[in-house]
């Protein structure tokens, strides 16, 4: 059963949020969550496909300064303030709507080390001077749509540029539709030099890349899965499935595209 806590509109398409047994839900007009949050435990993320990609997390040794593009409910920033306590955030969001939605309904606090930037992903990009991050995660999408943004080789170089050499950079796809998959695969592709790795999610159509500002980390992804089980207790998610996806991580379709 749901109950509504807000309806209204941005960026051309409904808002709207719910209370679903014990879970509150932000929904852009359709089924797909945009975000999923027990606000009892706002730090636990809900929604399998963030799970796989906070297994950027596991590739770094020490990351303390995150980038995440796409606010939705901050069901990341929860994530990564409880876990990073320490670490400096910054989160961009283009519409203000969504950032006064993840204050006041999803309860994302307000605090020294995190930063919300109101701001389209590509100027915030455009603009921001290279910071050095450790760890970014990209996941904007509008209504049933994967955003334009995705699309644009300028996008992944821009992030390439702004990341610590040792970076990680996490990014949700849809495969749902085929043609355009590819195109976002082939941008994502071209603005990092092929440096790239994809998870896709289990039972779901989220792919996940993994892209690297330099050459893709096998040690460390070997070290990962030696120690998933100290990771499982940290962070609470068995990334066991998601690691084992790293080792066919170069699919036919990005040996196709290049090379």
Known sequence: M???VYSGRTGGHPVLVHDEEG??????????RQTAIDLREPWVLQLVYTQWMV???????????????GLGGGALPHFLLRHHPEARIDAVERERLIIDLAHDCFHLPRRDGLRILHQDALAFLRSHPPTGYHIAF????????????????ELYRLLMARM??????AV???????AQYDLAVRAAGEGCGGRMLRMQVKKR???ILLLFPEAIPHTMIKQARRRH???????????????????????????????
């Open 23 to 32: 879970v509150r839900t932000l929904r852009f007009g359709t089924e797909e």
């Open 2 to 4: 749901r109950y509504p």
């Open 138 to 153: 990209v996941d904007i999408f509008g209504a049933g749509a994967m955003a334009p943004a995705l699309f644009e080789p």
């Open 55 to 69: 297994t950027a997390l596991l590739l770094h040794p020490r990351p303390q300064h995150f980038l995440v593009l």
């Open 172 to 178: 949700n796809l849809w495969s749902g539709d085929k």
């Open 164 to 169: 610590c050499p040792d970076g990680v950079l």
């Open 205 to 207: 159509s989220n792919v």
């Open 229 to 259: 089980a100290e990771y499982q207790r940290r962070y609470g998610i068995d990334f066991s499935p998601f690691l084992k996806r790293l080792r066919r991580g170069r699919s036919s379709l990005l040996d196709r595209l290049f090379g």
